[in-house]
């Protein structure tokens, strides 16, 4: 299958072009169109709406923050202020291909370990970096929608109902709650199932699906669930 055709296979013919990818396994251009996505959104976020109210409601669930004295918080508030904006290009450079590096290690690791299945880290990398296409349609909705919004109403972690967190309220629920709610999002899922997938074509015979599957939701499940704790002890969201 030629690029074209296995960027536009993921969402058509993910069988198909899964089986490809694990026999050819290539990760570069998904990757950066991954990347590209990720700083076209933060790039117009910055511009257009700003880290105010997020940076202002992220200090207002730190409960060590909360303890500080009124000046020294609005130091605080001030100095991340201006260091935020330049972090979030570098998280959407880098955050993307460390996902992928560790979960790909993860997968790789459960599936060779636990599953007793022969599988090359690099099938895995490859099938992350193609599954995670369905982000960048995320991507573009976020754009959509940000620029549909008032700049004082648009929340960059649920930009849309894409998941049960959007219709909770952040400040009145549980934090554990909203955050695992949060992260119970059809492009999380979508992007989970494309993956399984590719483990599987990667696999062969020797690997279900479901097993596929489970080297893929146990680490998630296990992220979620400490990232609830997390929020819930008043140490983010």
């Known amino acids: 299958m030629s690029e074209g055709s296995r960027l536009l296979g993921v969402f058509f013919e993910p069988g198909k072009t899964f089986a490809d990818i694990a ?19 933060i790039y117009l976020f910055n511009r257009h709406v700003g880290w105010e109210s997020i940076l ?8 060590f923050v909360q303890q500080l004295p009124p000046e020294q918080r609005q130091i605080a508030f ?7 904006p330049v ?3 570098l ?8 996902t992928l590096l560790l979960a790909a290690g993860l997968a790789t690791g459960i599936i060779r370990g636990l599953l007793g299945t022969p599988i090359r880290f690099v099938q895995a990398f490859a099938a992350m970096a193609y599954a995670f296409l369905p982000r960048v349609i995320y991507a573009g909705l976020s754009i959509s929608v940000m620029f549909l919004k008032n700049p004082d109403e648009f929340d960059l972690q649920n930009a849309f109902a894409s998941n049960p967190g959007a219709f909770m309220d952040p400040q009145k629920s549980s934090r554990f709650l909203y955050t695992v ?41 296990v992220y979620v669930l400490v990232r609830g704790g997390l929020a819930a002890a008043g140490l983010g969201g």
């Open 91 to 98: 998280g959407a450079i880098l955050g993307f291909p460390i």
């Open 56 to 63: 202002q409601r992220a200090m207002d669930n730190n409960r």
């Open 87 to 89: 972090f979030s290009y």
């Open 181 to 221: 709610a949060s992260q119970l999002d059809v492009f999380s899922i979508w992007v989970i199932l494309l993956v399984a997938v590719g483990l599987k074509a990667a696999g062969g015979k020797r690997l279900s699906f479901g097993g596929a599957l489970f080297a893929v939701v146990l680490p998630w499940a």
């Open 78 to 84: 001030d100095r991340q202020l201006r260091l935020i």
């Open 23 to 41: 026999e050819r396994p290539s990760w570069l251009v998904p990757l950066l169109i991954g990347i590209l996505s990720a700083v076209l959104l």
